[in-house]
């Protein structure tokens, strides 16, 4: 394909690339996959984030923020750092933030003060969001029906929700949804639902190292897979390839500014 295409949300920098980031990278350079947005985790990863930063200026930026799953007793403390690394260095978005009781309700109340802290730290910066949501949407839609206003916007990272919960995420105005390797799953619901949303509401990701597509399930996932994923989204919508990666190009760029494509 000769259009490169944009990677929203990509942790090529975890522990799973430490042998071979570098050459990961390249492949999806070489693939076409020229722009990779690299969200954090939390502060244990942001100098790895950093790395790949600074290797590949023109392919890869960060974004900072502490994952609602990693929100323990400390979680004060990594906002801290949050706050820090985004005083100190360039940075597309804050993320990813949320909220997620798919495995621990424990700190459901530090995770939601976590996230509108996050998100106010966003509108103060004039950084979109990128916001991770996993049976959790009535709580993260509470915090931004709260929250929300003109000046924020981002990305609902690894969307799963319903056609009705599209729908309340187009209504606020600023936002898309993040569409990974899931679409691409036997037997998922996702692809049910994103062929009922104008690919003007999209952007792709592959979520590597996790959440292979296929016909890579079971392997690590890397940003070079993300054009299996752009592939299905233009079977659901009967579009060429090439019109879904200019579509999704251009939701990145409303969200993340010009400044994510320097192709090279």
């Given at each position: 394909?000769?259009?490169?295409?944009?990677?929203?949300?990509?942790?090529?920098?975890?522990?799973?690339?430490?042998?071979?980031?570098?050459?990961a990278v390249d492949k999806a350079i070489r693939?076409?996959?020229?722009?990779?947005?690299?969200?954090?985790?939390?502060?244990?990863?942001?100098?790895?984030?950093?790395?790949?930063?600074?290797?590949?200026?023109?392919?890869?930026?960060?974004?900072?923020?502490?994952?609602?799953?990693?929100?323990?007793?400390?979680?004060?403390?990594?906002?801290?750092?949050?706050?820090?690394?985004?005083?100190?260095?360039?940075?597309?978005?804050?993320?990813?933030?949320?909220?997620?009781?798919?495995?621990?309700?424990?700190?459901?109340?530090?995770?939601?003060?976590?996230?509108?802290?996050?998100?106010?730290?966003?509108?103060?910066?004039?950084?979109?969001?990128?916001?991770?949501?996993?049976?959790?949407?009535?709580?993260?839609?509470?915090?931004?029906?709260?929250?929300?206003?003109?000046s924020l916007g981002g990305i609902f990272h690894?969307?799963?929700?319903?056609?009705?919960?599209?729908?309340?995420?187009?209504?606020?105005?600023?936002?898309?949804?993040?569409?990974?390797?899931?679409?691409?799953?036997?037997?998922?619901?996702?692809?049910?639902?994103?062929?009922?949303?104008?690919?003007?509401?999209?952007?792709?990701?592959?979520?590597?190292?996790?959440?292979?597509?296929?016909?890579?399930?079971?392997?690590?996932?890397?940003?070079?897979?993300?054009?299996?994923?752009?592939?299905?989204?233009?079977?659901?919508?009967?579009?060429?390839?090439?019109?879904?990666?200019?579509?999704?190009?251009?939701?990145?760029?409303?969200?993340?500014?010009?400044?994510?494509?320097?192709?090279?």
């Amino acid at each position: 394909m000769n259009i490169p295409i944009i990677d929203s949300h990509t942790h090529m920098y975890a522990e799973q690339f430490d042998d071979d980031w570098q050459s990961a990278v390249d492949k999806a350079i070489r693939t076409g996959i020229k722009t990779m947005i690299l969200p954090g985790i939390d502060s244990t990863y942001f100098d790895a984030q950093m790395k790949l930063v600074k290797a590949f200026p023109n392919n890869c930026f960060n974004a900072f923020g502490l994952h609602p799953s990693h929100v323990k007793e400390n979680f004060l403390d990594e906002l801290a750092c949050v706050e820090k690394y985004h005083a100190e260095n360039p940075a597309v978005a804050v993320g990813e933030i949320g909220i997620d009781l798919y495995w621990d309700k424990t700190y459901l109340p530090q995770q939601i003060e976590a996230f509108e802290y996050q998100v106010n730290l966003a509108k103060k910066l004039k950084l979109p969001i990128i916001i991770h949501v996993r049976e959790a949407f009535d709580e993260v839609f509470k915090s931004l029906d709260k929250l929300n206003d003109n000046s924020l916007g981002g990305i609902f990272h690894s969307f799963t929700g319903t056609v009705e919960q599209a729908e309340k995420i187009v209504e606020y105005g600023g936002f898309k949804m993040g569409i990974n390797g899931i679409v691409t799953f036997k037997n998922a619901e996702l692809p049910k639902t994103v062929e009922k949303i104008n690919p003007k509401h999209l952007v792709l990701e592959t979520d590597s190292p996790w959440l292979s597509p296929a016909p890579k399930r079971g392997k690590r996932n890397e940003s070079a897979h993300l054009i299996h994923i752009a592939q299905k989204i233009a079977d659901l919508h009967g579009l060429p390839l090439e019109e879904i990666a200019k579509i999704t190009n251009q939701n990145a760029k409303e969200i993340f500014g010009e400044k994510i494509f320097k192709v090279s």
